[in-house]
């Protein structure tokens, strides 16, 4: 950090030197125009840029024969996470075919990547996405109504012993994938770009907030699709009645845990967060008693159902942690 004095000129002006290394780099000449933005933190941000044009950046991967595909694919989706405007993939001879196969793939993942670019070697992607456009609010509440959607479907595919649309749930789970991915991207572009900030009239601290809560509710879908996986296992096994109706009135309360806690994020409302908090507890006492009741069946029947009844658990317990996190961003921002 450097340390400058302010001054006063003119007898009533307050002006401080700007780092000479920082006006090189930046190419600011004489006269030009700088913008001021006051952080909400109560420090000054001095930026080049006030025509709120978006930052450019480019991520280059080489490609060949031996490249293994799912790390291509880990490196893909790092680079859409991270923020690049546009990612190019090189060979040094003609591009592999299952680059271009993954290719195709990640851009149907990704929201927003499109191939704008290709020659034999070269591939290149680009983001045509306007972030301003996908509030960071609005993404969550849509991946809140598919992860309940597809726990209630998954429920009812255990009850209909339906395979289609059990095997309908996991395939569901990409969908709130992408949207994840697309709330952590926006969570790095806000804290790289102060001008994307203000247009979207989101601060770093509550972007990163965001993303907190759309991490949870991805790892919500992930035991909905567990959940979907074991149903397939109990096709063709028998589960008495009772049983499943406690996994039904777990599974239900579960949810109602997630729509509060959701409710609460929205709202700010701490006293709903605290109380939908001690609802987790009954939700607990609940799936114990699943968990002891399979303990009669086979064992084929008696994993299946129980880990139904652990998922079930964890989506109380992740809605728990979006409890959580509504209290501590909500006390924070208190005077």
Not at 24 to 41: E, H, T
Not at 150 to 159: F, K, N, S
Request: negative net charge; proline residues 3%.
């Amino acid at each position: 950090m450097e340390i400058r004095k302010v001054q006063i000129t003119g007898g009533s002006s307050y002006i401080v030197s700007l780092p000479k290394q920082w006006i090189r780099s930046a190419n600011i000449q004489k006269n030009d125009p700088v913008g001021l933005i006051i952080q909400p933190d109560g420090s000054l941000l001095i930026t080049p840029k006030i025509g709120g044009e978006p930052t450019y950046r480019t991520r280059v991967f080489e490609v060949g024969a031996t490249t293994d595909r799912t790390y291509l694919l880990r490196l893909l989706v790092g680079a859409y996470v991270a923020g690049f405007t546009a990612i190019r993939l090189e060979s040094r001879g003609r591009m592999p075919p299952f680059a271009l196969q993954l290719v195709r793939e990640f851009t149907q993942m990704a929201i927003g990547q499109e191939v704008v670019g290709e020659t034999d070697s070269s591939i290149t992607i680009k983001d045509l996405l306007n972030p301003a456009e996908m509030p960071l609010e609005n993404t969550l509440k849509r991946m809140h109504v598919l992860a309940r959607g597809m726990q209630q479907d998954a429920m009812a595919a255990i009850r209909g012993r339906d395979a289609a649309l059990a095997r309908d749930v996991v395939v569901r789970d990409t969908e709130v994938d992408r949207l994840h991915w697309l709330v952590a991207r926006q969570d790095n572009l806000i804290a790289i770009d102060a001008a994307l900030s203000r247009r979207m009239g989101i601060p770093v601290h509550q972007a990163t907030y965001y993303f907190q809560v759309s991490r949870i509710i991805e790892r919500i879908a992930d035991h909905a699709t567990r959940v979907a996986h074991n149903a397939l296992a109990l096709i063709d096994r028998e589960v008495e009645a009772a049983t499943l109706d406690l996994m039904d009135d777990a599974s239900a309360l579960a949810l109602d845990i997630f729509a509060w806690s959701m409710e609460a994020f929205h709202s700010g409302d701490i006293m709903k967060a605290n109380t939908t908090l001690q609802k987790v507890r009954d939700l607990e006492e609940m799936t114990r008693e699943i968990s002891t009741r399979v303990l009669r069946y086979e064992a084929v029947t008696a994993i299946p159902v129980g880990q139904i009844a652990d998922s079930i658990r964890r989506i109380g317990e992740y809605s728990g942690d979006i409890c959580e996190s509504v209290i501590n961003y909500t006390v924070g921002q208190e005077s």
